[in-house]
């Protein structure tokens, strides 16, 4: 079976007047196959949502993205926005963080949808609003005749956010892209949304694409989860492997560095300094600097992203070590 | 009762709200509140967006008059204090927010930040002021090289860092920690959590942390208050509170964050519905409208007209739900096919 998205050796750098000031993914491959969820995560700068908005190229202008995006058989790179409005919100759609800030305030929810609906299945406003009231009531909204006459401000967080679902399902994507579909509500509201999410996703198929920086959250949710540091995957693998053996050190610090799993009050283990500037590159391993397993071999030559059998790929030097 | 720190005595805070259609109408965000901190303990405040925990920290700084109850530290009565003691006990009453870039003013260089509380309390000046502000530096983890640079120049665990450095100036008994690592990635979340360790252990810190991540509550926590519409339903010590949950909120809460792949989606969540408004308090026990013990039980009546009392469900560990005797309390709640998901 050919994969529905494949990322292969993604690189993002934003230029101004012609020079380039940042590098912000620098070969990010992965793939998602049909009706997988695949989790991105990483620290804030890593490039998860960098690589989200890549595949549906809303990339800021200033912004160049080299590499290859397959999705279904269409290089999205190579698209022209003809083909790509045909692809955005129909085949693609896209959850965001902050239901607040996604949907235009002045205009009902309803109508809001509706014309995701209208465009993309070429049916009329009543037909539209139909559907609309169908997807509400399948998102868990109850009364979908009243809150489609609601205007944003009116919902609250969690319903909002069931909202934008609704828009992101109403014509039966194959992929759908969550950046952080729950960092802006409460944890058992979060709770809910992960299980619409999941609900929806057994019902209708898609692929998901998870971005987060809650290992937790998409540990629960994704199949399999990629790992992001400096713009480039870490390490990639089955949920439970990677969980269980962790093979890159970074991904290792980052499930140990969760509080809830050690004592309390002991020292969180955690690795010192900070994640690395987006600007030039030392030609190593981008984590070398903060690494417990570092050794010479790793300022000087960078690790590539390798099979190590079942699934799991890690970019290590040091990997068999762990 | 003595040896406490703080101690808050049936805190209520009500904001008017103009214009509501309701004549003298307000908003109870805190009501009737009751916690005590010992001297270098932590008691950690969780809860929803809504639940009023910094409301409580907003009272506990004087940042807010109260509508009823007492606050009280180290013997003295905040709300009866002079100008002048109460000045002073700014010193000793300090806040950590939760978004450092915003607790900062962006025109000022770190060390004139870390510099300005004590100038404003007129504690240091001259070389003993630039001591000063290169002795918080280093206690928490930064080095003369960030001196100079203007917060946006920081990373967020940086910016953190001198935020809690402003707050040790003044030499505080008591911090308020709201939200300390909210808005931090996961590695540096674990960086600031240490640092708290120790800096309560070097300096014989008392925190009142406030969070909605449990995690993070059980790992600096003595004791925990769990906050739900204004009232803590469920309080004890952090070890008996987390094991042995008696309210089926607290229940809920952990059930929700329990995470790292031991979740199963399928199953229904673990609380339905979303906190009512602070308008619309329920009537008996405030939590019955999302409450899954109660349709275990059958809808009892009591929770729809009767407040609950606070029941002693352990060595001092107290729950407000009528069944927190209930042996069913102390079991997980079953699936409910019924529920959404």
């Known amino acids: 079976m050919s994969a529905l ?102 205009f009902t929810v309803g109508y809001q949808i509706g014309l995701v609906a209208e465009r993309h299945l070429g049916i009329g406003r009543k037909d539209g609003q139909r559907l609309v009231a169908e997807t509400l009531h399948a998102v868990g909204l109850p009364n979908p005749e009243s809150v489609m006459r609601f205007y ?146 790793c300022f000087e030559e960078r690790p590539t992203l390798a099979g190590i059998g079942a699934g799991q790929a890690v970019a290590c030097h040091r990997w068999d070590a762990l | 009762m003595s040896g406490n720190l703080l101690e808050l005595t049936g805190v209520a805070k009500a904001y008017p709200v103009p214009g509501s259609g309701r004549k003298g109408a307000s908003l109870l965000a805190v009501d009737g509140v009751d916690l005590a901190i010992p001297q270098g303990r932590v008691f950690g405040l969780v809860g929803e967006s809504g639940s ?41 009453i300090q806040i950590v927010f939760q978004q450092p870039l915003a607790a900062l003013d962006p025109r000022m260089t770190v060390d004139n930040l870390i510099a300005e509380p004590l100038t404003t309390h007129r504690l240091a000046r001259g070389a003993a002021l630039r001591e000063r502000v290169g002795k918080l530096l280093g206690d928490v983890g930064l080095s003369s090289v960030h001196l100079k640079r203007y917060p946006h120049e920081l990373s967020g665990g940086q910016a953190q860092r001198v935020v809690i450095a402003r707050a040790l100036a003044t030499g505080p008994r008591l911090v308020v920690l709201d939200e300390p690592t909210s808005a931090l990635d996961i590695v540096v979340q674990a960086q600031i959590l240490n640092l708290l360790v120790e800096l309560r252990d070097e300096h014989g810190l008392t925190y009142l942390l406030i969070s909605h991540d449990l995690s993070v509550v059980r790992h600096l926590s003595d004791r925990i208050g769990v906050m739900y519409l204004g009232r803590i339903v469920e309080e004890g010590p952090a070890g008996a509170l987390l094991e042995s949950p008696r309210h089926p909120y607290t229940r809920a809460l952990l059930a929700s964050t329990r995470g790292r792949g031991s979740t199963s989606l399928d199953e229904p969540a673990p609380i339905t519905g979303e906190m009512p408004s602070t308008w619309d308090v329920p ?15 059958g809808r009892p009546e009591v929770c729809q007209t009767t407040e609950p009392p606070r029941t002693t469900v352990g060595p001092r560990h107290v729950a407000a739900c009528h069944f927190a005797q209930d042996a069913r309390t102390q079991q997980a709640p079953p699936p409910d096919p019924a529920r959404e998901g």
């Open chain 1, 5 to 106: 998205l494949e990322i292969d050796d993604l690189r993002v750098d934003f230029s101004r007047d012609g020079r380039v000031t940042s590098r912000a993914l620098r070969g990010v491959s992965l793939t998602v196959e049909p009706g997988e969820a695949v989790g991105v995560v990483g620290e804030t700068g890593c490039g998860k949502t960098l690589t989200g908005l890549s595949v549906l190229r809303m990339l800021p202008e200033n912004a160049t993205a080299t590499g290859r995006i397959t999705f279904e058989g269409k290089d999205m790179l190579e698209l022209s926005a003809h083909e790509l409005r045909a692809i955005r919100g129909r085949r693609i759609s896209m959850v965001f963080q902050s239901p607040g800030t996604s949907f235009n305030p002045v």
């Open chain 1, 152 to 297: 944003p401000h009116e919902l609250s967080g969690g319903m909002l956010q069931r909202a934008m679902i609704a828009m992101a399902i109403i014509c039966k994507p194959s992929l759908l892209i969550a950046d952080e579909p729950t960092t802006a509500l409460d944890v058992t509201i979060a709770q809910q949304i992960l299980r619409l999410l999941r609900r929806l996703q057994r019902e209708q198929g898609f692929g998901v694409f998870f971005i987060s920086h809650d290992l937790d959250l998409v540990s629960d949710f994704c199949d399999r989860i990629a790992v992001l540091y400096a713009g480039r995957v870490v390490e990639m693998g089955a949920t439970a492997q990677l969980l269980a053996r962790p093979r890159h050190p970074y991904t290792r610090a980052l499930l140990e560095a969760l509080p809830g799993k050690s004592e309390p009050g002991s020292p969180l283990p955690t690795v010192p300094g900070a994640v690395p500037g987006d600007r030039d590159e030392a030609p190593g391993c981008a984590f070398a600097p903060r690494c417990p397993l570092v050794v010479e071999q």
């Open chain 2, 52 to 92: 009023g925990k910094t409301t409580v920290a907003r009272c506990v700084l004087g940042l807010t008059p109260l509508t009823h109850g007492s606050i009280v530290f180290d013997g003295t009565d905040l709300a009866t204090v002079d100008a002048r003691t109460r000045r002073s006990l700014r010193r000793e």
């Open chain 2, 283 to 297: 009537s008996g026990c405030r939590f019955h409208t999302r409450c899954a013990l109660r349709e275990e039980l």
